[in-house]
């Protein structure tokens, strides 16, 4: 099979997919219609509430995509992939809290609020060059990478898999947590940061700015989309999922596993960071919290109520549990635990392969 | 029968009249402390010290008690009757304050506080009233309360007490209080102008190695301003300054000693929680998530005996440690029927499932008992500290809990190594199909071994219940350390649990001086993946062909 038919192939088998892409992009551009060409009156119109929630939930569903990835193709089950969002989340929020400048409560051109309020005198050098948009965004890309790759080829080469892997990524989320709580560190310790003023020029509490935000978000999510399934309907990917199915029988064939499950892993937390980076602008706020084991697992049943091993349905399934998370905690909020935790233990029992196991298509294309 | 009526009325009218008149004859001693009691209403402060002198020497036995309760600012007297009482609290701001009579010590009631109005004291009377209170303690049949009353004249020693000692020192037969008194003798004597007894003092003082003898010491190696020494004299700052080091050095090891007991008292919290798991994902496989709530269970379960015997604190846990292991016990048989034993052989699911089932749990514990932490009260033979020597102070309530978890531990290995259920279980564990053939029922024994796991999680809840706050979040906080104690002892192994986990704790309480508590706790959990990395299977791994199915 040559290279053209292959990718045109890939796109045929793949209707789920170009349906979801396609409605990625008709909202990317029809929300922003819905929001500020259609009046506050009319029953279409999209408040920027909503807009900025939908948007968090395709951040969201981004960071599903992420774990899916590993865990449903590679079987790596990592409980730490709140840690790669966070850290993305973080370099973001470096970058607009340097954009504040004069503007914080204390007025110091150059040092966020938190160290004038600590006496520090001068900026760490790890702050320095993320007043630049463009280094800011390389570091999305390179903190989370940096952290998997070290922490990915220790485990995958000495073998730590399954259960141990999960609770040794869980032990690293937690260890971040604890390490962004200490004000020492220079990035807010328990208050993180918020306040932000403007990204790139563009006042963030304006509708405009958030409308963009939107776009970008969608846009992204697709992007992540086509290169996910790039990844997965390649032959590296077929692969990968020997690899879920058969680590050793993979191994004595001759793959070099560690690297192809270390790769995995790493582009895994580049679209966390990524999903991070894009939800702090639009909620406002990152602080140590998001490190929480809690949020990793949560990730997970995410993918796990959509159907892991299918890209669509970690995407459905992240927003189906969030808007369920949204709709319970406003309406009935001692329920939602309950509901959450009855999620977890009815789709292990009962939907191993999640919604989409239950459209016989999709599960027979995995 | 009217005689018989009326003869007996008279006996009555003789006897009240024999009663009546007692007093007038002679006053009882009761009678001349209520009385002395009475005067301290009116007086001035210099008659009060008359008063307290002559209560002194009455040798009546409450007079330590009123005394002290009038130091304390805790003796009052009632507007309405004039009746003289000690109050328990010495809290003035209290609306009303409950009333104890001075001669027999018993509850006399309460009263609004405007009615009552205390008897006020002064510094000088104070000072006077500590040194006769102390002279009263002093002469105590009790050693334990002449060492305590030694151990609070030192806190401020002036001549008179230091008189009072010297006076003591005589007759006193217990070593320890002789010693105590030693000790404060030596201090005044530093005070002195005899250089020999100074020199005499400082080097008796160098064998006790307690903060304030230090600081006294140190004192003489201060300068003035202009740079002269305070103490002229160089010989008695020689002697000083080799007492001072003296000191230091045996306090550093007393601090070095004492670590080491804090880390052993903090690995046993965590061996306590890690021990279940190593029942449950080491024997089974199977990674229970909801251990920490099942230790919540434990800790609440402790607080609904508490409660329910309220008088009893001092047994409540000695019951609350069966019923918490029943609780549990039962939540995690439960938790293997209905939900884990669909899912063996599938660790990563069975993760998720036990993780909603401690979600539902946590929620579960708020709805009953709201989401505030709740009050678990320490008895009182679990409080307090046990001081060995001078520097060494030993808290209880830490010490139990290391004889506590040695307990647990030795039953947990007694019935794994001796009992049917144990051979069973681990029969079931290394090889189910063979077991099976053997006539074990292997599914109850899952139950059993569950449930064993689970019973030993409430078990340490009620260990921690006395530690940290009791609340819905308490397993939470518990259930990565408690993972990695087993990880990182070896899977399958008590003994790799018992030795991890006890030395995560002293690592972590050894780096705590130097990295503070949360970046020794992150040096831990980084040295751990770390060393995951270099022996995947932990400490003391399994061999043979159990570890083949891992």
Same mark, same amino acid.
């Given at each position: 099979?040559?290279?053209?038919?292959?990718?045109?192939?890939?796109?045929?088998?793949?209707?789920?997919?170009?349906?979801?892409?396609?409605?990625?992009? +008709?909202?990317?551009?029809?929300?922003?219609?819905?929001?500020?060409?259609?009046?506050?009156?009319?029953?279409?119109?999209?408040?920027?509430?909503?807009?900025?929630?939908?948007?968090?939930?395709?951040?969201?569903?981004?960071?599903?995509?992420?774990?899916?990835?590993?865990?449903?193709?590679?079987?790596?089950?990592?409980?730490? &992939?709140?840690?790669?969002?966070?850290?993305?989340?973080?370099?973001?929020?470096?970058?607009?809290?340097?954009?504040?400048?004069?503007?914080?409560?204390?007025?110091?051109?150059?040092?966020?609020?938190?160290?004038?309020?600590?006496?520090?005198?001068?900026?760490?050098?790890?702050?320095?060059?993320?007043? &630049?948009?463009?280094?800011?965004?390389?570091?999305?890309?390179?903190?989370?990478?940096?952290?998997?790759?070290?922490?990915?080829?220790?485990?995958?080469?000495?073998?730590?898999?399954?259960?141990?892997?999960?609770?040794?990524?869980? +032990?690293?989320?937690?260890?971040?947590?604890?390490?962004?709580?200490?004000?020492?560190?220079?990035?807010?310790?328990?208050?993180?940061?918020?306040?932000?003023?403007?990204?790139?020029?563009?006042?963030? &509490?304006?509708?405009?700015?958030?409308?963009?935000?939107?776009?970008?978000?969608?846009?992204?999510?697709?992007?992540?989309?086509?290169?996910?399934?790039?990844?997965?309907?390649?032959?590296?990917?077929?692969?990968?999922?020997?690899?879920?199915?058969?680590?050793?029988?993979?191994?004595?064939?001759?793959?070099?596993?560690?690297?192809?499950?270390?790769?995995?892993?790493?582009?895994?937390?580049?679209?966390?960071?990524? +999903?991070?980076?894009?939800?702090?602008?639009?909620?406002?706020?990152?602080?140590?919290?998001?490190?929480?084991?809690?949020?990793?697992?949560?990730?997970?049943?995410?993918?796990?109520?959509?159907?892991?091993?299918?890209?669509?349905?970690?995407?459905?399934?992240?927003?189906?549990?969030?808007?369920?998370?949204?709709?319970?905690?406003?309406?009935?909020?001692?329920?939602?635990?309950?509901?959450?935790?009855?999620?977890?233990?009815?789709?292990?029992?009962?939907?191993?392969?999640?919604?989409?196991?239950?459209?016989?298509?999709?599960?027979?294309?995995? | 029968?009217?005689?018989? =009526? =009326?003869?007996?009325?008279?006996?009555?009218?003789? /006897?009240?009249?024999?009663?009546?008149?007692?007093?007038?004859?002679?006053?009882?001693?009761?009678?001349?402390?209520?009385?002395?009691?009475?005067?301290?209403?009116?007086?001035?402060?210099?008659?009060?010290?008359?008063?307290?002198?002559?209560?002194?020497?009455?040798?009546?036995?409450?007079?330590?008690?009123?005394?002290?309760?009038? @130091?304390?600012?805790? /003796?009052?007297?009632?507007?309405?009757?004039?009746?003289?009482?000690?109050? %328990?609290?010495?809290?003035?701001?209290?609306?009303?304050? $409950?009333?104890?009579?001075?001669?027999?010590?018993?509850?006399?009631?309460?009263? !609004?506080?405007?009615?009552?109005?205390?008897?006020?004291?002064?510094?000088?009377?104070?000072?006077?009233?500590?040194?006769? *209170?102390?002279?009263?303690?002093?002469?105590? !049949?009790?050693?334990?309360?002449?060492?305590?009353?030694?151990?609070?004249?030192?806190?401020?020693?002036?001549?008179?007490?230091?008189?009072?000692?010297?006076?003591?020192?005589?007759?006193?037969?217990?070593?320890?209080?002789?010693?105590?008194?030693?000790?404060?003798?030596?201090?005044?004597?530093?005070?002195?102008?005899?250089?020999?007894?100074?020199?005499?003092?400082?080097?008796?003082?160098?064998?006790?190695?307690?903060?304030?003898?230090?600081?006294?010491?140190?004192?003489?190696?201060? %300068?003035? !301003?202009?740079?002269?020494?305070?103490?002229?004299? $160089?010989?008695?700052?020689?002697?000083?300054?080799?007492?001072?080091?003296?000191?230091?050095?045996?306090?550093?090891?007393?601090?070095?000693?004492?670590?080491?007991?804090?880390?052993?008292?903090?690995?046993?919290?965590?061996?306590?929680?890690?021990?279940? /798991?190593?029942?449950?994902?080491?024997?089974?496989?199977?990674?229970?998530?909801?251990?920490?709530?099942?230790?919540?269970?434990?800790?609440?379960?402790?607080?609904?005996?508490?409660?329910?015997?309220?008088?009893?604190?001092?047994?409540?846990?000695?019951?609350?440690?069966?019923?918490?292991?029943?609780?549990?016990?039962?939540?995690?048989?439960? @938790?293997?029927?209905?939900?884990?034993?669909?899912?063996?052989?599938?660790?990563?699911?069975?993760?998720?499932?036990?993780?909603?089932?401690?979600?539902?749990?946590?929620?579960?514990?708020?709805?009953?008992?709201?989401?505030?932490?709740?009050?678990?009260?320490?008895?009182?033979?679990?409080?307090?500290?046990?001081?060995?020597?001078?520097?060494?102070?030993?808290?209880?309530?830490? @010490?139990?809990?290391?004889?506590?978890?040695?307990?647990?531990?030795?039953?947990?290995?007694?019935?794994?190594?001796?009992?049917? /259920?144990?051979?069973?279980?681990?029969?079931?564990?290394?090889?189910?199909?063979?077991?099976?053939?053997?006539?074990?029922?292997?599914?109850?024994?899952? =139950?059993?071994?569950?449930?064993?796991?689970?019973?030993?999680?409430? *078990?340490?809840?009620?260990?921690?219940?006395?530690?940290?706050?009791?609340?819905?979040?308490?397993?939470?906080?518990?259930?990565?350390?408690?993972?990695?104690?087993?990880?990182?002892?070896?899977?399958?192994?008590?003994?790799?649990?018992?030795?991890?986990?006890?030395?995560?704790?002293?690592?972590? %309480?050894?780096?705590?001086?130097?990295?503070?508590?949360?970046?020794?706790?992150?040096?831990?959990? *980084?040295?751990?993946?770390?060393?995951?990395?270099?022996? !995947?299977?932990?400490?003391?791994?399994?061999?043979?062909?159990?570890?083949?199915?891992?």
């Amino acid at each position: 099979m040559d290279g053209m038919r292959g990718r045109w192939a890939s796109i045929v088998e793949d209707p789920g997919g170009t349906s979801l892409v396609g409605l990625l992009l +008709a909202a990317a551009i029809a929300v922003p219609i819905l929001n500020q060409l259609v009046p506050a009156s009319s029953a279409f119109h999209v408040s920027t509430y909503l807009l900025t929630l939908i948007g968090k939930y395709l951040c969201y569903a981004m960071l599903a995509m992420a774990v899916d990835l590993v865990w449903g193709y590679c079987g790596i089950l990592s409980l730490g &992939h709140a840690a790669f969002f966070t850290l993305g989340g973080y370099a973001m929020g470096m970058y607009l809290m340097r954009q504040i400048g004069a503007r914080g409560v204390y007025g110091n051109p150059v040092l966020p609020d938190f160290m004038v309020f600590l006496n520090w005198d001068k900026l760490p050098w790890f702050w320095y060059g993320f007043n &630049h948009f463009g280094f800011a965004m390389l570091m999305v890309v390179l903190v989370p990478a940096l952290l998997a790759l070290v922490f990915g080829w220790l485990a995958f080469r000495s073998r730590v898999t399954g259960v141990y892997l999960s609770i040794m990524t869980q +032990a690293l989320s937690y260890a971040m947590m604890l390490a962004f709580f200490r004000n020492d560190m220079g990035f807010g310790g328990n208050n993180g940061f918020t306040d932000f003023k403007d990204l790139l020029g563009f006042d963030l &509490h304006k509708d405009s700015t958030r409308v963009v935000l939107f776009v970008a978000t969608a846009v992204a999510l697709a992007a992540a989309y086509r290169a996910c399934r790039a990844i997965t309907a390649s032959r590296a990917g077929r692969v990968i999922r020997a690899i879920r199915d058969a680590e050793s029988r993979t191994r004595f064939l001759g793959y070099r596993v560690e690297s192809y499950k270390l790769w995995t892993f790493v582009f895994s937390a580049v679209l966390a960071g990524i +999903a991070g980076a894009l939800y702090v602008p639009q909620v406002g706020i990152i602080n140590p919290s998001e490190f929480a084991p809690i949020n990793s697992i949560e990730v997970v049943i995410w993918v796990a109520v959509g159907g892991r091993g299918t890209l669509i349905g970690a995407v459905a399934g992240a927003v189906l549990v969030n808007y369920a998370k949204t709709f319970f905690t406003g309406a009935l909020p001692e329920v939602w635990l309950y509901a959450l935790g009855a999620m977890f233990v009815l789709t292990t029992l009962f939907l191993p392969r999640g919604i989409m196991g239950l459209i016989p298509r999709a599960s027979n294309a995995r | 029968m009217r005689w018989r =009526a =009326a003869g007996r009325q008279l006996v009555w009218l003789l /006897l009240a009249a024999v009663l009546c008149s007692t007093p007038a004859l002679a006053q009882t001693p009761d009678e001349a402390f209520l009385a002395s009691l009475g005067e301290l209403r009116e007086a001035s402060f210099a008659d009060k010290e008359q008063i307290a002198v002559r209560l002194i020497d009455s040798r009546h036995p409450r007079a330590h008690d009123v005394l002290s309760a009038l @130091l304390d600012d805790r /003796l009052y007297f009632r507007a309405s009757d004039m009746a003289v009482f000690i109050t %328990k609290t010495a809290g003035e701001n209290a609306a009303s304050l $409950e009333l104890v009579d001075p001669l027999t010590l018993k509850d006399a009631g309460s009263s !609004p506080t405007d009615a009552l109005t205390k008897i006020g004291t002064n510094n000088r009377l104070r000072r006077s009233l500590r040194i006769a *209170v102390a002279r009263f303690d002093l002469a105590n !049949p009790d050693p334990g309360v002449r060492l305590a009353a030694v151990t609070e004249m030192l806190r401020s020693l002036d001549e008179s007490g230091a008189a009072l000692l010297k006076e003591r020192a005589g007759v006193e037969t217990d070593p320890g209080v002789k010693a105590e008194i030693d000790i404060g003798l030596a201090l005044s004597a530093l005070d002195g102008t005899d250089t020999p007894a100074r020199l005499a003092a400082i080097s008796a003082l160098a064998g006790r190695p307690r903060q304030q003898v230090r600081n006294r010491l140190a004192l003489l190696l201060d %300068k003035n !301003p202009d740079g002269t020494y305070v103490e002229p004299d $160089e010989s008695v700052r020689a002697a000083a300054a080799a007492a001072v080091s003296r000191i230091d050095r045996a306090r550093t090891l007393y601090g070095g000693v004492e670590t080491l007991f804090f880390g052993l008292s903090l690995g046993s919290v965590l061996v306590l929680a890690a021990i279940g /798991l190593a029942i449950t994902f080491g024997v089974m496989g199977v990674i229970n998530m909801a251990h920490g709530e099942l230790m919540m269970l434990g800790a609440y379960t402790t607080y609904v005996v508490q409660t329910l015997m309220p008088q009893h604190i001092g047994a409540s846990i000695l019951v609350a440690i069966p019923a918490a292991f029943l609780v549990a016990g039962l939540a995690g048989v439960i @938790l293997e029927r209905s939900i884990i034993r669909f899912l063996y052989g599938r660790p990563l699911e069975t993760l998720l499932a036990t993780f909603g089932v401690s979600l539902v749990l946590q929620q579960l514990v708020r709805s009953i008992f709201t989401a505030n932490n709740r009050d678990v009260e320490t008895p009182a033979w679990m409080s307090g500290t046990l001081q060995l020597g001078d520097a060494l102070a030993i808290t209880y309530n830490r @010490l139990y809990i290391v004889i506590f978890t040695m307990i647990v531990f030795a039953i947990l290995l007694a019935v794994l190594r001796r009992t049917k /259920l144990g051979l069973e279980i681990r029969a079931v564990s290394q090889n189910r199909a063979m077991a099976r053939a053997m006539g074990i029922r292997s599914e109850w024994v899952d =139950a059993m071994t569950f449930g064993l796991g689970s019973g030993i999680a409430g *078990v340490a809840g009620v260990a921690l219940s006395q530690l940290t706050n009791v609340g819905p979040n308490l397993g939470q906080s518990y259930i990565i350390d408690s993972f990695m104690v087993v990880v990182f002892g070896g899977v399958g192994n008590l003994w790799g649990t018992l030795i991890g986990g006890m030395s995560m704790g002293i690592v972590n %309480k050894l780096l705590e001086p130097y990295a503070g508590a949360v970046l020794g706790k992150i040096f831990v959990l *980084v040295a751990l993946i770390l060393f995951i990395q270099s022996r !995947p299977r932990g400490l003391f791994p399994q061999t043979g062909r159990a570890a083949e199915n891992q």
